[in-house]
């Protein structure tokens, strides 16, 4: 990499970098591209999402959204950070399309389960694992 590369660049090579590598270990293992949640699987190779097996009618950002916070279970992220990873560094306009697409993708996820996706207050939001006593599930990578 030559010095002069700007950050813009530096970044986009590791993104490309990192998707090389995460597509050679998916096509290792037919099975990885899926994240499991309780009643909620989330199907990286076909774009599907799933919620007690009916699929969900999802926009590309919602999926990528629910993915994304699937995949760190617990962590909390900002809407700058969540921003940055699902829209792209390019991204120019407010933060609160992200509070506009987590609504969306609660309503979309039900009562039942709206609150999978955490706020933290004046923080972000946060992926929740389901309760315990329903299924006693906990979030796994098949």
Not at 15 to 41: N, Y
Not at 112 to 125: D, H, K, L, M, S
Request: no cysteine; hydrophobic share 35%; aromatic share 8%.
């Amino acid at each position: 990499m030559l010095d002069t590369s700007g950050p813009a660049e530096v970044d986009a090579r590791i993104r490309i970098a990192v998707g090389k590598h995460m597509a050679a270990i998916a096509s290792s293992d037919p099975h990885s591209g899926e994240i499991r949640s309780g009643d909620v699987a989330i199907d990286e190779s076909t774009y599907t999402a799933r919620l007690k097996g009916n699929v969900l009618d999802l926009t590309f950002k919602e999926f990528e959204l629910l993915k994304y916070l699937a995949q760190h279970p617990g962590r909390v992220f900002t809407r700058a950070q969540l921003l940055q990873e699902i829209w792209g560094y390019d991204y120019f306009g407010g933060t609160r399309t992200v509070d506009v697409h987590i609504r969306r993708l609660r309503s979309k996820l039900g009562p039942e389960f709206e609150a999978i996706i955490g706020t933290v207050r004046n923080v972000g939001y946060r992926f929740t694992m389901p309760s315990a006593g329903k299924e006693g599930s906990i979030n796994e990578r098949v």
